[in-house]
């Protein structure tokens, strides 16, 4: 079922059983989950269906620190969320990253991979991948033409990711307004969240829209969707009873924001030829691998978990960086910056003699932030046209990260050179290993994580191992916020099947 909140009467009062704040990937996901459940399920939405200006303008925010895409630019604030723009590519966080390693610190998640395994096989059936599988084994019975490195697999080995096409907006929107039991609010903007006297629980949410109308909204379970930032910026704003926000008695909320760096690090020449198709992304492909370094490598070197993929130079030595491109705050005008600085850099590839350079491929890396407080997400004084204090976002990286990206390289060059495959030649801002500045067109991979992060003491993290907020019996955290490490790979794939978990949570609480 689906109401405008535009068309209602002001100050109308919703109820239901559980209300999901955000129609993205996250808050899609659970709400898929609960279709023809005996609960009344509130799904209350910012947007409408399609792209809007005036609602985008609420991402708006101010960045410091190191240098970031403008933050209107990052998200979607309509139903479906970003996956109206992401990229698809998925792949599982490995088991050294729930684990506490001494030399990260605050790491440590208080669940397990083995934890989360039933839930990623459920998330592949929502983003509509493939087998749960991500064995290189399996990828290689079934696509023969992908060819690995012959590298020593205890240093080295070939992490599998998958692409998903799935666009939340388009592909559940029909499932979602036809559901009985699931009622969509579109124009339904979050606003302020209210307690209890005692800030146990949650009475209420304010939701407000461009056309002037006021609305609550009461329910027995909140379920906060909307993005790492935004989630982190709600419970903030929502000061009015708890003055530092709500679940922010340790002041922990919006901190250890973390983002994946996705930057050329180095070169590789090999010695002769080789079909790299493994290693490469390409529109339409099922599957293809990163080196990764392992885990116990990892840990002999006190390093992060990343991975490297590789690019032709001939192309990717003529594509601008994407903090560079990706700069208008408008999301749409910069996805077409970034498409186009793509062909740009495919014909100026095309015009490179071929010769030694086909034998040259840029090294990408990928790579998990370190936890970090100072990283963080604020409000300020400046509010929205809804009256939400508007988001300062201030991006901060450590030496743990530039240090384990120079030796993942060095690593992959030993191991280069041992088989005999090739060289690799690191980029300029690695070289000096006393150097930790970053260069100022350093990318991120537009991956928010870490603002309301998952511990089961709440000193230390904002959300319990099962995502409800700490001291608040009824509101709980979906999505990426929650991850207490960033992992290496892309965030949705673990999103959605943290998020299935923590419906199945509800559900038996109901
Ligand atoms: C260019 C780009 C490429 C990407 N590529 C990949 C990739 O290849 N792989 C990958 O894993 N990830 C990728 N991502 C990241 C991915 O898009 C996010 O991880 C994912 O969409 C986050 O899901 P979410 O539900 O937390 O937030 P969103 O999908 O952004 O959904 C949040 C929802 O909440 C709504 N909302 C916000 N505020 C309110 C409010 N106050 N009240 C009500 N509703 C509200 C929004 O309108 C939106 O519908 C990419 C991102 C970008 C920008």
Known sequence: MHIDARNLE????????????????????MALDWIDTPYKVILLEGGGFEY??????????????????????????????????????????????????????NSGWPISRKDLDPFYARAHEKLQLGPYNYEFTYWKKELPNLIPFSLDEKVIWNKMWQYSVARFGKLYGDTITKAKNIHLYTYANVVDIITNGTITDIKEVVVKNHAGKTHKVRAKHFILACGAIQNARLLLASNSQA????????????????????????????????????????????ASAELAITEKVQTENRILNGTVSLYPLAFSRNLDSEMDVWNNEDPRKSAENFRESISEAREAAKKVNEGSISRAFQLHTRIEQAPNPNSRVTIGAE?????????????????????????????????????????????????????NSWPEDLNAGWHHMGTTRMSDNPKRGVVTSNCQVHGISNLYVAGSGCYATSGAPNPTLTLVALSLRLSDYVKDKM
């Not at 704040?21 to 808050?27: E, F």
């Not at 988001?391 to 120079?406: A, G, H, P």
């Open 243 to 286: 003055a530092q926000g709500l679940g922010n008695d340790n002041d922990i909320v919006g901190r250890y924001f973390m983002e994946h760096i996705e930057h050329a690090s180095a070169e590789l020449w090999l010695s002769k030829p080789f079909p790299t198709k493994l290693y490469s992304w390409s529109y339409g492909a099922r």
């Open 383 to 435: 509010k929205d046209d809804l009256g939400v204090p508007k988001t300062r976002l201030n991006w901060e990286l450590t030496r743990l990260d530039k240090r384990s990206i120079r030796k993942i390289y060095q690593l992959l060059g030993q191991q280069m050179g041992i088989s005999g495959l090739g060289r690799v030649r690191l980029r300029e801002f690695l070289r000096d290993e006393n150097d």
């Open 10 to 29: 002001n100050n109308s009062v919703i109820q239901g059983d559980i209300c999901i704040i955000g129609a993205g990937t996250a808050g899609i996901s």
């Open 52 to 105: 809007d200006d005036q609602v985008q303008n609420l991402y708006d925010g101010e960045t410091t620190g190191q240098r970031y895409y403008p933050l209107k630019s990052t998200r979607l604030h309509y139903f479906g969320g970003t996956t109206g723009h992401w990229a698809g590519m998925c792949s599982p966080f490995d088991p050294i990253d729930f684990i506490k390693r001494d030399w990260v610190p």
